[in-house]
């Protein structure tokens, strides 16, 4: 399922003003997020986690760590994001996280635009921020704790091979949201039903939140 290109020219274009216009928005949705990821205690039963924010953006949804509630003390969540849109990003590097540039960064995106190729390295152990493709994540298999895409999955330039990566890296949960008003928004659902088992799911006015585990 290949859906029109956004390019990163837009997302670049309004990265300026993009907290000021989707700050709120997105804050709610961390809340959500947030509820998901503490209804059913697997954050607070293990010691080190990595979560992973595939179409982070500025970062907001990355940085729900800072507010989730750990009973233990020895917890440790470690956490990451991943966009295309190298000016949003640099604005993610406002939330004290290191971003990490790669060569092409002034190469008008011509290497992420035209391939979906698997990187050489594995970003598991990354604490920060990465500039690349939903379709080719960084990342080994089953390398993720967590895995978070908040109201992005409708704008990867191939969702089903998007899905695909979410899954092959997710290995205890993962919460997508979905613009319910989405072109493609039910053969999203089916997509995720396809590789995800649905543990619950919650509503705002804007998006769908599947709370998941992988099959």
């Known amino acids: 399922m290949v859906l029109y290109f ?4 837009y997302y670049n274009k309004m990265s300026d003003g993009y907290n000021e216009l989707h700050g709120a928005e997105q804050l709610e949705k961390v809340k959500i997020v947030q509820e998901l990821l503490e209804s059913d205690g697997l954050l607070n039963f293990n010691s080190n986690l990595f979560l992973f ?9 990355t940085s729900i760590s800072r507010s989730i509630s750990i009973s233990a003390s020895t917890h440790v969540l470690n956490r990451a994001g991943l966009d295309r849109a190298i000016k949003l ?3 993610a590097n406002d939330h004290r996280l290191a971003m990490r540039k790669s060569k092409d960064d002034n190469n008008n995106d011509k290497d ?30 089953n390398g993720c704790n967590i895995v978070l895409s908040v109201t992005a999955v409708h704008n990867f330039s191939d969702i089903r091979s998007g899905i ?5 890296i997710t290995k205890d949960r993962a919460v997508i949201s979905i613009l319910q008003k989405a ?13 995800f088992i649905v543990i619950k799911t919650l509503e705002n006015d804007f998006d769908r939140f599947y709370y998941l585990q992988p099959k």
Not at 6 to 9: F, G, H, M, V
Not at 53 to 61: A, E, K, M, P, Q
Request: a negative charge.
């Open 6 to 9: 956004i390019s990163d020219e």
């Open 53 to 61: 924010d595939i179409g982070c953006g500025t970062g907001i949804s």
């Open 89 to 91: 990003l640099e604005q």
């Open 112 to 141: 992420l635009r035209n391939t979906f190729q698997y990187p050489e390295q594995d970003y598991s152990n990354h604490q920060g921020y990465i500039r690349g493709l939903a379709e080719a994540v960084p990342i080994k298999d």
């Open 164 to 168: 695909h990566e979410l899954h092959r």
């Open 183 to 195: 072109k493609h928004f039910k053969e999203i659902i089916e997509l995720i039903k396809k590789y």
